[in-house]
Each structure stands twice: as C-alpha cells, then as structure tokens.
C-alpha cells in the first residue's frame, strides 16, 4: 500500500490532469461571431462559442460535446452531442467540418467566423 504523502500526491497530479485537460481545438476559448458581424451588438442568433476540453462549437441555446474528432491538416470533422439548454433534450450532430485557419478564425459550413472575447459586448 502507497504511503499517504505519496497517494495525496497522485491524486492531486490525476486532479490537476483532468481539470486542465488538454483542448481538443486549437481555438481561443470564447465568443465567436460570423466575421462579417460586429462584436458588440452581435445577436444571439449570430454568437457562438467555443469553451476548450472536449466543447464543441455551441450556441447561446446549446452546450456540445465533441464525441468523435479526425484531423487533415487545417480540417478538422468532428462529430459533436448537444443538450438543448432550454428544454434538456440531446441533439446528435455532424459530422462537421471546421477550417482553423488561426486560433482567433476559423470556417463551418462556407460561414467564416472570428473571436470576440469571452463576455458577450452590448
């Protein structure tokens, strides 16, 4: 049986691994909206967002997880599970292709989208 130094040690090292979990993305984590949109003023309907780890690309109604993720270069298609905020049900989606071009830029479906902080701007 590990001594009790050596046990506390470990599981603190295996909780500092998995709160700071490596980003599946190499995105900024916040905000994003089309880059065509302004910032501030930018309507819930125009805002994504991208929350690090294993989040996916979500919305102001959604919270995604990425389920299943292949890379090709700048490509990534990920495969992504959604909770509705609102009403709890899941929604399964993708596979979707993101283009990141930047960790503040990035391409999903032809709609280009640039990052705008962590807060969203009236």
């Known amino acids: 049986m ?6 506390v040690a470990l599981i603190a090292s295996a909780l500092a691994t998995a709160t700071h979990a490596a980003d599946l993305l190499p995105l ?3 905000l994003y909206v089309p ?8 309507s819930t309907a125009e ?17 995604c997880t990425i389920i299943k993720m292949t890379k ?9 599970q959604c909770t509705d905020i609102r009403g709890g049900g899941q929604i ?3 596979p979707t292709v993101l283009t990141i ?3 503040p830029r990035f391409t999903r479906d032809s709609e280009a989208y640039r990052y705008c902080g962590t807060e969203r701007q009236f």
């Open 92 to 94: 399964a989606g993708g």
């Open 2 to 7: 590990p001594k009790l130094p050596s046990l």
């Open 72 to 80: 090709n270069g700048k490509a990534f298609t990920i495969t992504d």
């Open 35 to 42: 880059a065509k949109s302004a910032c501030k003023g930018a």
């Open 101 to 103: 071009d930047s960790p």
């Open 28 to 30: 900024k984590q916040g």
């Open 47 to 63: 805002i994504v967002n991208y929350w690090g780890g294993k989040s996916s690309i979500g919305s102001a109604q959604t919270e």
